[in-house]
């Protein structure tokens, strides 16, 4: 089975609700936009809403056939802190906010599905759908955890998808285990003892320091991490000094550690106060780390893989799907729910030809809109699969 065919028949519907999200993107809990939009359409079809979880998170409650399954379908509404370099009929209206990730079509793509269900309810059981804020770097959706989401609208499992423009338009991907890495921020303040250039015995200068330590934490990937294992420590700011005859009294980096595996988080963590602090220290100098834990890993339940892929199968066919792939080092809130709930994330090929494929969050990308009634049509048969009528 390909598209179903009458959300194929949604299709311009779809198209126009995407297009109308794509030019209001707001970020961060202040997504009011979306999720105004998405409770009045989800209301407008019968489908009991809930908001303020989270914020400006909602979720829609649709029963089918008597049953006692539940099921988790999630979208993001969030957009990014930048300028969008598209020259589109329904470029963003606000300026500095553009949804550069694609969530405007995971909306879409989720309301599409939701209508079907609504219409036909050939399922029996209870689906919840999960439109959460801030994703990007928020963690709407532990936000929405914490407000009592799994306690109030109880899911046997979760799934989520991602739009993949590096990815041909009806292709997908997904793993068991590990998909995409925990990412955490690390930000180390080397204090020194600020003075004349002239005069550098009589200062501590924590410039030098800083490279010191910069170059020694590029040491953890490279030599305390286990070879087969992944791991990135990226150090991209670095901040000191005011003046080229001036010795700072202060330096500061910062920069973003992403990883598979909870003992390698652990051991990266360690490591980067140990480097860094013994190595000011060698210096005459003092380093204070601050180590922020953001997004835990995104790990794909084996069960719930096997069924996502079912589902895609069904829609995408059997050799479009694939299991083998490696992770990405990138993150995803996604993951908060995984660790309560089993469930499955997946990446959709959005990526066709005749179409630039900006990448995510660059100032051209622009979700592919014949992905949505895929989309669509692969949490719709996901449901029907999961929920079947007795
Ligand atoms: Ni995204």
Request: proline share 6%.
């Amino acid at each position: 089975m390909p598209i179903i065919n009458r959300i194929a028949e949604y299709t311009p519907e779809m198209t126009a609700w995407r297009q109308e999200l794509h030019q209001h993107p707001q970020i961060c809990y202040e997504e009011t936009y979306a999720s105004d939009f998405v409770a009045q359409k989800l209301a407008a079809w019968g489908i009991e809403v809930h908001r303020g979880l989270g914020i400006t998170g909602l979720v829609g409650v649709l029963k089918g056939q008597p049953g006692t399954g539940t099921i988790g379908l999630r979208a993001d509404m969030d957009a990014l802190p930048m300028q969008e370099d598209n020259d589109l009929p329904y470029a963003s209206r606000n300026p500095g906010r553009m949804h550069a990730c694609g969530h405007d079509g995971h909306t879409a793509t989720l309301l599409g599905a939701a209508k079907y269900l609504a219409e036909t309810r050939n399922f029996a059981g209870t689906v919840h759908f999960i439109f959460q804020p801030a994703e990007e770097g928020g963690a709407g959706a532990r936000a929405m955890m914490n407000d009592g989401l799994f306690e109030r609208f109880p899911c046997d499992a979760v799934y989520g998808v991602h739009n993949a423009p590096d990815l041909p338009l009806g292709q997908a991907e997904t793993r068991v285990g590990p998909l995409l890495a925990a990412s955490d921020k690390v930000s180390i303040v080397i204090k020194g003892y600020g003075g004349h250039a002239s005069k550098p015995h009589m200062a501590v200068d924590p410039v030098l320091v800083g490279a010191h330590v910069l170059v020694a934490l590029q040491s953890i990937v490279s030599r305390r991490t286990d070879p087969l294992d992944n791991a990135v420590v990226s150090l991209c700011q670095f901040h000191g000094g005011s003046a080229g005859n001036v010795i700072a009294a202060e330096a500061e980096l910062s920069g973003t550690v992403r990883t598979l595996k909870p003992a390698t988080r652990d051991m990266i963590e360690r490591s980067i106060a140990q480097i860094a602090e013994a190595t000011a220290m060698a210096h005459g100098a003092t380093a204070e780390v601050t180590y922020t834990r953001m997004y835990p890993p995104t790990v794909n339940h084996a069960e719930q893989t096997a069924l996502a892929m079912r589902a895609a199968a069904r829609v995408l066919g059997e050799t479009a799907v694939r299991s083998d792939v490696s992770p990405l080092m990138g993150g995803e809130d996604f993951s908060f729910f995984l660790q309560e709930k089993p469930g499955n994330f997946l990446f959709l090929g959005g990526g066709a030809t005749g179409r630039e494929n900006a990448p995510l969050h660059h100032p051209r990308y622009n979700f592919n809109d014949d992905l949505l009634p895929v989309g669509a049509s692969y949490f719709a048969s996901l449901v029907e699969q999961e929920l079947p009528k007795g």
